[in-house]
């Protein structure tokens, strides 16, 4: 039943609205007349939870699509990839992120070449290098800040 | 007069020199990531919007809107000839084109589609131009309770409109709106949702979430299945013979107006407008046994309607600020980067700008014109690329975008966040595109129900008792109703047989 698309989904919602109720709980709801900072998230949330709940309970009761097979290697090889680009912008600049995000995300994929993967991750540095701090005027430091 | 006084001015703006070259650069790229399959024009406006920032306003938009309009010009080619739709609203376009192609047609399925695509741009450009003073001038009318409720309203269409289950794609909708609730509160000044992160108390760039979900989910999404798109078929001649243009005109009439009209409703847009043209020219046709085996009416009707609605579905947000699909919230989001509030004000405050748009347009269909059919072998070329070497090249520049836009690192790892939510909400049969939508509705929603309740001083029989935000509630209720209704009748009918 956990396998179900719909039971997962509604489930997703649901907890999505209890993280509004949450972290929104010290926020002032205040009155119709005089809204507070909380009104309209405490409104959205309750409507969140109230959603899910009908997708999960229908996913439930109906026999509907089970959810297909996570591919783990390109969803934590491209995370990963996004990931390191961000690390490394700022403390060792532009380049180096450019090879690191280009030579880990050509391995998300099953049919990577080594040779070609490198081959285009070096054409890429220098590319965006030229085309986006020379010929674009990006504020990107090409070897960190 | 006063039109083609407008259109003066607006085509005075399109000519200047920076803005045809923009013009022009925004319909190639479109024809081009059109081709492309695995990368669109919504990922493809979000990765490029940090570097327009550095122009004028009005040229950005320029450029920006030929993408979208361009990627249904270019959307077509792949559909055409190897049977692999470039864009969701070409997918119809294979059904017929491909086999026209198979059949050694290729090349006047092309010309059909780009001179039907010309067409319709050409005519939803005047209706742009005609259309949006009246509506303006009725949305100066409005106040924060007729606000609300429209945006109820934009909101509801885009579910009624969108395919699959009702529920979930309200469900997306709250969810982009709550996403809208982070970073400071206008009104009291309270962080909300900000977890102390400094980069979240301005709220979640709307770039960030755009790449994220349409960006670096799509591309997780790409690599489970294995793409290889086949080249078989020879262009062959261009021009269409001459009992092909006796069907093909007409076709495309009918798909114009059709998509100009879905182009208007919230909700609406180009892929909508391609399906919805095709059935009509099925049901229409005297030869609906000819479709799926090559009618060149199943090519002209969806490629006229989709270049018709990508074009009007820019009036409501214009003149009303409201985007009637994800793409014009995107717009929306860039628009206010530029300090341009898209409204009824937009057409006498910012008067070159909207014309200007306007007539760019039309400059922009006749350059797609000329880079889809003489130039269509270039294109063409660009399908032999694989995707093992596209999707680096894509992670990297959203990655670069995000960044360059506040120099933020945080902002790639909220990114990627951003993806791995797309990616779990596409397995699970969710359609993003909506939350977009919220997300960019969210804090005026917020800010008209505060204002309306406010004035009515907490009293919500405002939003009824006023007639025209009455009426746009009504049919709100109608539009849900409609869709809410017949799935109820199925419910009971599965319990029955069970």
């Known amino acids: 039943m956990f396998q179900r698309q719909d039971v997962l989904g509604g489930l997703l919602l649901v907890g999505l609205g209890v993280a509004g109720l949450v972290f929104g709980a010290p926020l002032e709801m205040g009155t119709p007349r005089r809204m507070g900072p909380g009104f309209f998230p405490m409104i959205l949330s309750w409507l969140l939870i109230g959603l899910g709940g009908i997708v999960a309970i229908g996913g439930a009761v109906r026999a509907g699509a089970t959810a297909s097979r996570i591919a783990w290697r390109p969803l934590i090889l491209i995370t990963v990839a996004t990931g390191a680009f961000g690390a490394l912008i700022d403390r060792t600049g532009l380049l180096l992120a450019t090879v690191a995000v280009v030579a880990l995300s050509a391995f998300a994929g099953r049919d990577a070449r080594p040779a070609e993967v490198a081959a285009l991750a070096v054409t890429m540095a220098v590319c965006t290098a030229v085309l986006f701090v020379y010929a674009l005027g990006q504020p990107l430091p090409l070897w960190g800040r | 007069m006063e039109l083609l006084g407008n259109l003066a001015l607006g085509f005075s703006v399109a000519v200047n020199p920076t803005n045809l070259l923009f013009c022009f650069i925004g319909a190639l790229l479109g024809t081009i990531i059109g081709v492309l399959p695995g990368i669109g024009p919504l990922a493809t406006i979000s990765i490029l919007l940090p570097i327009t920032f550095q122009f004028q306003p009005v040229t950005a938009l320029i450029m920006l809107a030929g993408i979208y309009y361009g990627a249904q010009y270019g959307g077509s080619t792949t559909s055409i000839l190897v049977n692999l739709p470039g864009e969701t609203s070409s997918i119809v376009t294979c059904l017929d084109g491909h086999q026209m192609a198979r059949r050694g047609r290729a090349g006047a399925a092309l010309a059909v589609a780009a001179l039907g695509s010309f067409f319709a741009g050409c005519v939803s450009t005047l209706l742009i131009a005609v259309a949006s003073p009246p509506l303006a001038r009725l949305g100066l009318s409005f106040q924060a309770p007729e606000y609300f409720s429209l945006m109820v309203l934009g909101l509801i269409g885009a579910v009624v409109l969108a395919h699959g289950s009702v529920v979930k794609a309200v469900g997306m909708i709250v969810l982009g709106l709550l996403f809208g609730m982070v970073g400071t509160d206008l009104n009291s000044g309270r962080q909300r949702y900000s977890f102390g992160i400094g980069e979240l108390s301005d709220g979640i760039g709307f770039v960030t979430l755009a790449m994220g979900l349409f960006g670096v989910a799509d591309i997780l999404v790409n690599l489970e299945r294995s793409v290889a798109p086949r080249l078989t078929a020879v262009i062959g ?52 046994e000819e479709f799926g085996r090559g009618a060149v009416e199943g090519v002209a009707g969806p490629e006229s309607a989709n270049n018709a609605a ?47 748009l306007v007539a760019s347009m039309w400059i922009g269909n006749v350059m797609l014109l000329i880079i889809n059919l003489p130039l269509i072998g270039i294109w063409v070329q660009m399908l032999r690329i694989p995707y093992r070497l596209l999707h680096p090249m894509i992670l990297l520049f ?55 309740l406010v004035v009515s001083r907490g009293d919500a029989t405002v ?8 009426a746009l509630l009504a049919l709100s209720l109608l539009g849900l109703a409609s869709v809410i209704l017949p799935n109820v009748r199925r419910v009971r009918q599965d319990a029955f047989q069970e």
């Open chain 2, 237 to 288: 001649k261009l021009w269409p013979t001459r009992e092909e243009f006796r069907h093909a005109a007409p076709a495309a009439l009918r798909g114009t107006v059709l998509g100009s009209l879905l182009g208007v409703l919230p909700g609406g847009g180009a892929a909508l407008a391609s399906f919805a043209a095709y059935a009509l020219e099925k049901k229409v046709s005297r030869r609906p």
């Open chain 2, 310 to 356: 990508a074009q009007t579905s820019f009036i409501p947000m214009l003149t009303l600020g409201i985007p009637s699909n994800a793409m014009m919230a995107l717009l929306v989001g860039a628009m206010s980067i530029f300090g341009v509030i898209p409204g009824p004000r937009i057409l006498t405050e910012q008067a070159g700008l909207f014309w200007g």
């Open chain 2, 398 to 452: 959203c990655c670069i975008g995000v960044y360059s836009l506040n120099t933020s690192a945080v902002d790639v790892g909220l990114m990627a966040l951003f993806g791995l939510l797309g990616y779990a909400l596409l397995k699970l049969g969710f359609e993003p595109a909506p939350m977009l939508l919220g997300f960019v509705l969210g804090p005026l929603m917020e800010e008209n129900l505060r204002r309306a």
């Open chain 2, 463 to 470: 939003f009824i008792t006023r007639p025209i935000s009455a």
